[in-house]
């Protein structure tokens, strides 16, 4: 082992914060590429200096629709179908995404509205049967 015990601990904790919720790059490009507020878009992409440095990850619309496009030519996808890409374009960065959804206590952002509908529906339903045994037993 390089450095002792204290290497080993430090890459520990360095995975389990990789492995968090605290890692703004994962969860920020997680939730700016899966839209899931919006039903019929599921995906976005964002076109910034992110593509650059991590190999156009942010085309990922485009990758979507064509898996089988290699990562070096998804630019020149969307500008070859400008107007079947460019709705898909998401505005914020992923460090701003991630404090939305951290201001938000960590609420969960893959759950689509029709799903949180039937999630309250269902809590609605649990609420009520425990207040009818709660009234049987009294």
């Not at 206590?105 to 009520?128: L, V």
């Amino acid at each position: 082992w390089l450095w002792g015990w204290r290497g080993m601990v430090c890459s520990l904790w360095s995975l389990a914060v990789k492995a968090s919720r605290f890692d703004v790059v994962a969860w920020g490009q997680d939730m700016a590429e899966h839209n899931s507020h919006d039903d019929t878009q599921p995906t976005n992409s964002t076109h910034t200096l992110w593509n650059w440095i991590f190999a156009n990850t942010g085309y990922h619309t485009e990758h979507h629709s064509f898996p089988q496009v290699p990562g070096c030519y998804l630019p020149r996808l969307a500008r070859l179908a400008p107007d079947e890409f460019d709705q898909c374009v998401g505005s914020a960065s992923w460090p701003a995404l991630w404090l939305q959804w951290a201001s938000s206590n960590f609420k969960s952002f893959r759950i689509t509205a029709h799903q949180t509908k039937i999630a309250e529906a269902g809590r609605c339903q649990r609420a009520a049967k425990r207040e009818r045994a709660n009234a049987k037993r009294d």
